[in-house]
């Protein structure tokens, strides 16, 4: 998990990791050089066994996730934006279905649930954002973004290098499919129909903000 400035969400997320069936492993939390109270919030869960919290001047989300990377020491590794959170039985699911995943496919990922965060009454729920197979780099770049969760083969993300660093706005934006599409061209990636991931669409959202620059970014993939 990477945070900018998300100190409103970014406990939410941790307990969320947490409060499951089935215990994580691990819990990764790099804050990128947040201005609010994002790292005080991260500091609360210090105490609590598997967590691993770093700080780093603010670079952008792949800088921050390739910094993680090293501390993985499992054989998968999900990533959980600072926004969104996991259903209490995400985690069980998940290794069940990673249990029974050829040896070939390095990325699993699902449906997710989509919340609009409404500025004085809570969550107000769209509804769920089904998933769809994936086969070629083209089909990739045609996806409907976010594609999620994003399950990672540890060492097949390791084998790529991690996070590509894009010339465009300097590597700050769309890592996700920047690493989707290195994947895929040395590997599988696969779907499944499931829904444990909620993701929270709000104002301050990164991605949100930056919808507009999709078709200026697309050029700077590299795919057959």
């Known amino acids: 998990m990477s945070t900018y400035n998300m100190a409103d969400y970014i406990e939410t997320a941790i307990a969320s990791c947490f409060l499951q069936q089935t215990q994580p492993d691990q819990v990764l939390v790099i804050d990128d050089g947040s201005e609010d109270d994002s790292y005080k919030k991260m500091l609360k869960w210090k105490e609590q066994e598997r967590v691993t919290l770093l700080r780093k001047k603010n670079s952008g989300k792949a800088r921050a996730l390739n910094e993680l990377l090293p501390y993985v020491t499992a054989d998968f590794v999900m990533e959980v934006d600072a926004d969104d959170w996991l259903d209490p039985d995400a985690l069980f699911l998940i290794k069940k279905k990673l249990q029974r995943l050829p040896k070939d496919v390095s990325v699993?990922?699902?449906?997710?649930?989509?919340?609009?965060?409404?500025?004085?009454?809570?969550?107000?729920?769209?509804?769920?954002?089904?998933?769809?197979?994936?086969?070629?780099?083209?089909?990739?770049?045609?996806?409907?973004?976010?594609?999620?969760?994003?399950?990672?083969?540890?060492?097949?993300?390791?084998?790529?290098g991690g996070f590509p660093l894009s010339p465009f706005e300097n590597g700050r934006l769309y890592e996700d499919v920047s690493v989707l599409i290195n994947l895929i061209k040395q590997s599988k990636i696969s779907y499944d129909d499931f829904t444990v991931y909620n993701i929270r669409e709000h104002t301050d959202s990164i991605t949100r903000k930056n919808r507009h620059k999709w078709k200026e970014f697309k050029p700077f993939l590299k795919y057959d």
Do not use: C, H
């Open 108 to 160: 699993l990922y699902g449906n997710f649930r989509k919340w609009k965060q409404q500025p004085t009454d809570g969550l107000m729920y769209k509804g769920i954002a089904k998933g769809k197979t994936v086969k070629t780099e083209r089909e990739l770049a045609s996806y409907r973004f976010p594609l999620g969760p994003r399950v990672y083969r540890t060492a097949a993300l390791k084998r790529v």
